[in-house]
């Protein structure tokens, strides 16, 4: 075997890679250059395409020009194509009508001229270009370099037929360039790091492989040299390097044995970490899930020390977590018994798991014994000389589809029926469920019969602390066991409410007090409506029933929060349903926006008054990075369109002054204020 082998491989790597490098840089990174630029500018061509087919369509709504340039600035002034390009819109005659960068707004089109190609206006081109329906490009100058006209620029422009306008991009093609340099940058700097890595290799194979090797070749050589030397001698040496190369390849050997080893040791800790719990040293839960993920057949017992809270109490939590340690030593030993396995779940609850499957006297026998070993075994506390004996509730399922979730059910119903263990069966929901529905179809019949369904008024603040609006939510009101007033919330009956046919009827009472109310305040009153809610006939029959009956007046202070879903199927029919009710003076908000749908392109159209964030992502806004930076995006898009933004669940100071930083207008949550029977 010859070294100069690996130089040469060595040289051609090092040839090969500067080849690469050139290619990158010199054929391959243009290329990007240009496929990404062509991307942006096509993204932004349809996106400037889509703002002028909007314009089109809202012109065809209006008679009065400035009331249309008045939406169209709402439209456009915060809208950018690509890094910095924007929209401008000019009439036949060449007049600005609209330019949100101001370089036109105080002169007319038609003396610019276009430089460098003759008598040219650009006016007339672009309008030229607007019939051929083809882009118009051209060279201009920067602010930051207004004596140059040597950059190049594309416009698209779209004629609008009713007011006779031209609407056109103003765009810098090196702005897209621009935007892929950052690209380019990366591949060069991949590049070069992975010349270094390989580089690197190279050394670590020179040092470790080739080094030893030539060592070995030398001492080879050396045998060779002595071949006038007798037979005796070269035989002794040739010995010696036999050994010296049987010692190498063993170290060699060892070493990877010795590292195999220390993979495994770590293998183990890191297993032992994510499955044993810390506390007791037996299995934990992550352990449970994934012991039971392949097994066809599962049975668990639930364990739940009793009263676990007082011994807490009691004798302090060191003494609880003594507890727990021999609960788990006891549970260790019984499991040997039976062939099961034992887990800490959490806090004070641990389960038996079989895997095979017992005849039904062994599950009684197994049950019985599960009770009987904490009576008959006292758990002695060394460190604290003490004795205890604990009680225990189970609660076991048996071969189910969801073992822990349904022996979790199983322990709490034995729990909540006080007995010493519960076995789930499927009858158990069903049974829970059909009495839940009777129950609470009788409490919403007598809350209608007896007028009970009332509004609580939760208010809404305004950035100087004021009450501007309030929510109207719906409560049963209701007496408990020694007839004291309570009301009840919605999440407790409106499911059973729409099952049984009785929303209708509990609407209708929350509507008329509202509608009552109305006349009595000036604040305005919001209450929710669902996509369900529109799509239902007698809903809206009964909704036109009340607001007939205000004035023009009340009518205005009336804000409908539509609940932002993934529901909204017939986009269609929201928008009629908008409009009608705008029409008479109705405002409209978006309710929890900002999960599920969140369509922001349809919000562009139907444009409410209020956006209300949705809870979820205000009461993480000051702990959750994704939230925060969520919040602020919608308050962007929303301050660009001049709608309100109203934040709820706002539930302590910290969320609040959060919010007041990020320009929120309206703050609702029970840190400023809890939901009331009356309002100011």
């Keep these: 075997m010859n070294t100069k082998l690996f130089f040469k491989i060595a040289w051609l790597l090092v040839v090969s890679l500067l080849f690469y490098i050139i290619f990158v840089i010199f054929f391959l990174s243009p290329k990007i250059n240009d496929y990404l630029s062509n991307i942006e500018l096509e993204i932004s061509k349809v996106q400037f395409e889509k703002i002028a087919q909007a314009i089109n369509i809202e012109s065809k709504k209006y008679e009065d020009e400035n009331q249309l340039i008045e939406q169209v600035k709402l439209i456009v002034s915060s809208l950018t194509l690509g890094k910095a390009g924007y929209i401008f819109i000019f009439d036949a005659n060449g007049k600005v009508i609209f330019d949100p960068s101001g370089e036109f707004a105080s002169k007319s089109l038609e003396d610019v001229i276009i430089p460098g190609v003759g008598k040219k206006y650009l006016y007339e081109e672009m309008k030229a270009h607007a019939l051929a329906k083809e882009a118009l490009e051209y060279e201009w100058n920067r602010i930051y370099d207004p004596y140059n006209y040597t950059y190049k620029k594309i416009s698209w422009i779209v004629h609008n037929d009713k007011f006779n306008w031209y609407i056109a991009s103003n765009v810098y093609k090196e702005n897209f360039h621009n935007f892929t340099e950052g690209v380019n940058s990366l591949i060069l700097n991949i590049s070069i790091l992975l010349f270094m890595v390989l580089t690197l290799i190279g050394i670590f194979?020179?040092?470790?492989?080739?080094?030893?090797?030539?060592?070995m070749l030398m001492e080879v050589n050396k045998i060779n040299v002595v071949s006038n030397l007798d037979k005796t001698d070269k035989t002794t040496k040739s010995k010696d390097e036999i050994v010296y190369l049987?010692?190498?390849?063993n170290t060699l050997v060892d070493e990877v044995e010795t590292n195999r080893k220390n993979i495994e040791i770590q293998e183990r800790v890191f297993k032992d970490r994510l499955y044993i719990?810390?506390?007791?040293?037996?299995?934990n839960r992550v352990a449970l899930e994934d012991d039971i993920k392949e097994c066809e057949f599962v049975s668990i017992v639930l364990i739940d020390i009793d009263s676990f809270a007082d011994i807490n109490e009691l004798y302090g939590f060191k003494v609880g977590d003594l507890v727990l340690i021999e609960t788990a030593k006891i549970l260790n030993n019984f499991s040997e018994k039976f062939g099961v396995t034992a887990y800490r779940l959490y806090g004070n609850v641990f389960a038996l798991v079989n895997t095979t499957m017992m005849n039904f006297s062994k599950y009684d026998e197994f049950i019985n014994e599960s009770l009987k070993v904490f009576k008959e075994n006292a758990l002695f506390i060394e460190e604290e000389n003490l004795e205890l004996y604990i009680n225990v509730t189970l609660g076991i399922s048996i071969a189910q589809e969801e073992p822990i979730k349904t022996a979790t059910i199983a322990l709490n119903r034995a729990k909540k029926s006080s007995k010493r263990f519960f076995v789930y069966n499927t009858e158990i929901d069903t049974k829970e469920s059909i009495k839940n529905s009777i129950h609470w179809r009788e409490k919403i019949k007598e809350a209608i019969n007896n007028d009970c369904v009332v509004p609580f008024f939760q208010p809404i603040y305004n950035t100087e602390n004021q009450i501007i609006k309030y929510e109207a939510l719906m409560?049963?009101?209701d007496f408990d066991i020694h007839?004291?007033?309570?009301?009840?919330?919605?999440?407790?009956?409106?499911?059973t409410a729409f099952k049984t046919k009785q929303y209708i009827s509990l609407a209708n009472q929350m509507l008329g007090k509202i509608i009552d109310l109305l006349p009595t305040t000036q604040k305005y009153i919001s209450f929710?409506?669902?996509?369900?809610d529109i799509m239902n006939n007698d809903f809206i029959d009964m909704l036109d029933k009340y607001i007939d009956k205000l004035d023009i007046e009340n009518k205005a202070k009336l804000v409908f929060e539509i609940l932002e879903s993934n529901s909204i199927g017939e986009y269609q029919i929201l928008?009629?349903?908008?409009?009608?009710?705008r029409k008479q003076g109705i405002k409209i908000a978006i309710d929890d926006f900002g999960t599920g749908y969140s369509n922001f392109a349809h919000i562009l159209k139907i444009r409410p008054d209020f956006i209300k964030i949705d809870g979820s992502l205000i009461k993480n806004i000051t702990t959750d990075k994704n939230s925060s930076e969520m919040v602020k995006s919608i308050i962007d898009f929303s301050k660009a369109l001049n709608i309100k933004i109203t934040a709820e669940f706002v539930h302590n100071a910290e969320v609040y002054k959060r919010l007041l930083d990020l320009k929120v207008d309206e703050f609702q949550g029970f840190y400023l204020g809890r939901p009331e029977a009356t309002i100011e």
């Design 205 to 215: 194979i020179t040092v470790k492989i080739v080094s030893p090797i030539n060592k």
């Design 475 to 477: 409560r049963i009101k």
């Design 246 to 249: 049987s010692k190498q390849f």
């Design 483 to 495: 007839g004291k007033e309570i009301y009840h919330l919605p999440y407790l009956f409106l499911d």
């Design 528 to 532: 929710n409506i669902s996509f369900e």
């Design 575 to 581: 928008d009629d349903f908008v409009s009608k009710y």
């Design 277 to 283: 719990d810390s506390l007791t040293g037996i299995k």
